[in-house]
């Protein structure tokens, strides 16, 4: 393996270790990557963006009404002749402001669910191509944290950015503008307090970012402390455990609690200092406007109230958009968390290297990959560590010819999943090749391999749904013809045709509604169904009593036949008739030959095979 290869490794792992645990490192351009989502939407954006601005316009023209037409001209020079005028301009500004009030609503929320709608799919799609270690090392509810927590929480990126940000904006720009046609002098006098709340919010800032953060991650913690509890509900009960699952709960549930309360803190000292602000305004506007009015006539009563009227228009902004930064801090920690998952590297559907010669003679390494796989594989000095500092396999050569069955044997813990796990390349060898047909697995893209490959492990997963729809997982247009010729062959037709609802019974999340030995038949059944070139065995028969067991064994003799077959299996007795077998221990391969010759000298092999015909139900 090349030593680029390697460092590609590493690096990933290094990502999946910050993912999969709390980081105060928030990713750099989560904003700008966020409004890369955001544009596109532009055409609904564009239009959201007239509908705030008329909306704001027709708002800021009713001071002006009020003040300068109706209190200046109407009420002051007692000419009810121009009253109708203001009627009805306040009645159309009225109207106006609602349809585009009306428009925004809904342009806003088609804007934000179109965006998180791909933002969310992006990142389910992101999740299920990661490698396989990111899962091995993580935890599945700070994963369900990220994809549906947070992604309610990013939702509100655009509603935040326009309709809070944009229009407050266009609203104190608007403010300003018809503060300074009033009275500039006056608006002048009103800079300091401006001043003070921009440094507000850039003092706020950073801790609130560092706080939200914080809760989020106590957030992913706490949900992926209560998936892992619920879902080994058994075993919690069978070890009266609630009281310590309560205790950790409790504990992290502390946690949270007393961030998000530092967190009100901190947005409680931010409007006081907002507030204050706001407060020194008025106080200013009520000292110096009022002198003017009274004593110089510099402005007009209509005119004072006018400005007045913009005041509050103006702090009102100015205080929503303070408060902003809380939520955008939020929206940005959320963003931090769903790119972090993002960033990690995907599993990669196939990579061209450089490869090393292999010490099997005859095996051509072609310049161009078979369109056909037909099994034949090699293990060429393959070691390999999920720690790359402790290796489970070690330098490991093996040769399957196509249309051989293999068999894995060996005391537990020796690697023997691990090969299989190789073959399916959810991992990469630190060192060796796997080689099929001749050509390096890595070279073949990532979905024609595993298409070819049926696996029926020990610890079997069946989704919520029917027996059908299990059966049929890889294939779901199939017809129910192959699918039942499937089940019969799996010896799963029997339970399912008895069952009330036949083929359409309901297995339950993980198939918790079935026993042990039906759950294996179907997932039997479903590696069946796939036809596949290469089937991998581990432990297919464990769940099963001795008479479903030689019913089985007879089904996974017929459907091997004409394919490579990999059978992992602690008992011997179910491996006599494989082709070839490979004994592993310690992650070598201490011995490679028939049943014949490895019972015929001493080692590993035969002292395992007596210790079993001593003791038949001994599991080693």
């Known amino acids: 393996m090349s030593m680029k290869s390697t460092n590609d490794n590493n690096e990933n792992l290094k990502k999946s270790r910050l993912f999969l645990g709390p980081s105060e490192q928030s990713r750099k351009g989560t904003f700008g990557r966020l409004l890369g989502y955001a544009a596109g939407v532009w055409p609904i954006l564009v239009t959201l963006g007239v509908c705030i601005v008329g909306s704001t316009l027709l708002d800021l023209a009713r001071p002006w009404i009020f003040g300068f037409m109706l209190l200046d001209r109407v009420i002051r020079h007692h000419d009810l002749t121009r009253l109708p005028i203001v009627v009805w301009l306040l009645t159309g500004a009225f109207i106006g402001q609602q349809i585009f009030d009306f428009g925004s609503d809904v342009l806003q929320e088609l804007a934000n ?5 791909r933002v969310r799919c992006d990142l389910y799609e992101h999740t299920l191509a990661l ?27 655009l509603d935040t950015l326009m309709q809070n940000i944009g229009s407050e904006a266009v609203k104190l720009v608007g403010a300003l503008v018809a503060m300074f046609a009033v009275s500039a002098k006056l608006t002048l006098f009103l800079l300091p307090t401006v001043v003070a709340l921009s440094c507000s919010v850039l003092f706020f800032r950073k801790p609130v970012k560092k706080f939200s ?13 209560a998936e892992e509890a619920i879902g080994g509900v058994r075993v919690v009960k069978t070890f009266c455990a609630e009281k310590f699952e309560l205790s950790r709960f409790a504990k992290k549930s502390g946690e949270l609690l007393r961030g998000r309360v530092r967190l009100k803190k901190l947005s409680a000292l931010y409007s006081t200092s907002v507030e204050l602000c706001i ?17 110089t006539g510099v402005i007009t009563v209509g005119g004072l109230v006018a400005f007045v009227t913009y005041l509050d228009k103006l702090y009102g902004p100015v205080k929503t958009l303070s408060k902003m930064n809380l939520s955008i801090q939020k929206i940005l920690a959320a963003g931090d968390r769903v790119f972090e998952v993002m960033d990690i590297a995907p599993e990669p559907t196939n990579r061209l290297r450089e490869h090393t010669s292999s010490s099997f ?22 070691s390999f560590g999920y720690d790359p500092q402790n290796l489970v ?45 001749g050509v390096p697995i890595d070279r073949l893209p990532m979905e024609r391999l595993r298409k070819q490959i049926g696996v029926v492990s020990q610890e079997t997963y069946l989704f919520s749904g029917s027996g059908r729809d299990n059966i049929a997982y890889a294939n779901p247009d199939l017809t129910d013809d192959r699918i039942v010729d499937a089940a019969m062959a799996a010896h799963a037709h029997g339970f399912l045709f008895d069952s009330p609802d036949g083929y359409l019974t309901e297995v339950g999340e993980r198939g918790v509604q079935l026993s042990g030995g039906q759950r294996q038949r179907i997932a039997i059944a479903r590696a069946i169904l796939r036809n596949p070139r290469i089937l991998i065995f581990d432990e297919a028969t464990s769940h099963l009593d001795s ?31 494989a082709d070839k077998i490979a004994v592993i221990e310690n992650g070598v391969m201490v011995q490679f030959g028939s049943h014949e010759e490895l019972i015929a000298r001493e080692g590993v092999y035969r002292r395992l095979y007596s210790l079993q015909m001593e003791s038949p139900d001994t599991r080693p």
Not at 113 to 117: A, D, I, K, P, T
Not at 136 to 152: K, N, Q
Not at 548 to 570: D, K, N, P, W
């Open 361 to 382: 003679t005859g095996m051509a390494m072609p310049e161009e990959i078979p369109a056909p796989i037909t099994g034949d594989i090699l293990f060429d000095g393959v």
């Open 279 to 295: 407060f020194a305004g008025t106080l200013i506007v009520i000292k110096v406007g009022t002198p003017w009015v009274a004593v």
């Open 213 to 225: 953060r914080r809760v989020r991650n106590v957030i992913g913690d706490m949900s992926s402390m």
């Open 113 to 117: 669910q179109r965006l998180v709608n």
């Open 547 to 577: 008479e479903s067991e030689e019913l089985i064994q007879e089904a996974l003799e017929r459907i091997s036949r004409g394919r490579t077959v990999f059978v992992i299996a602690h008992r011997l007795s179910s491996v006599r008739r």
């Open 393 to 437: 396999l070690k330098n490991v050569s093996l040769h399957v010819k196509a249309g051989e069955v293999l068999a894995l044997v060996g005391p537990s813990g020796g690697g023997k999943t691990t090969i299989a796990n190789l073959l399916l390349r959810f991992y990469s060898p630190t060192s060796g090749q796997i080689l099929i047909d």
């Open 131 to 157: 490698p396989v270690d990111c899962f091995d090392r993580g935890r599945t509810g700070d994963m369900l944290s990220r994809i549906t927590g947070d992604i309610d929480t990013v939702e509100n990126f």
